[in-house]
């Protein structure tokens, strides 16, 4: 069981009175250590109902996200991501660039040894796109080219 000061960082979790957001906001993510740093293990998060805007016309746009991340230090809180993904919501971006700000946000908060994000969305104009956006530290740099190189063919 995890001591009151290991999860004084996770406000989210258990709170009833959390608002959802309207605005994108990395401020929302909370993270918590990771008690096995001991080894690599691969942590998947899979957010299939994510929405944004088409920053031109401000329509819609409905994808699924993948997160897999090897965590070092920190872990991400899973209350505050969802949160945290929410707040696109009203976010005008392209599908690229969506997906490289949460890899981005997402480094930010854990510095992982690993981290890879994935979006596939749903058609527009009868075009699906389905970005992938990785990062790793040096230990796993062959790790996250041979997962580049994957989803190039995939």
Known sequence: MRSEKELEGVTLLGNQGVAYPTDYDPRLLESFVNKHQDRDYV???????????CPKTGQPDFGHIFIRYIPDVEMVESKSLKLYLFSFRNHGDFHEDVVNIILDDLWA????????????????????????????DAAHADLAARRRDKALLT
């Open 109 to 136: 908060l854990m510095r992982p040894r690993y981290l890879e994000v994935e979006g596939r969305f749903m058609p527009r104009g009868g075009i699906s796109i389905h970005p992938f956006a990785n990062r790793a």
């Open 43 to 53: 942590v998947r998060l899979d957010c299939p109902e994510f929405t944004t805007l």
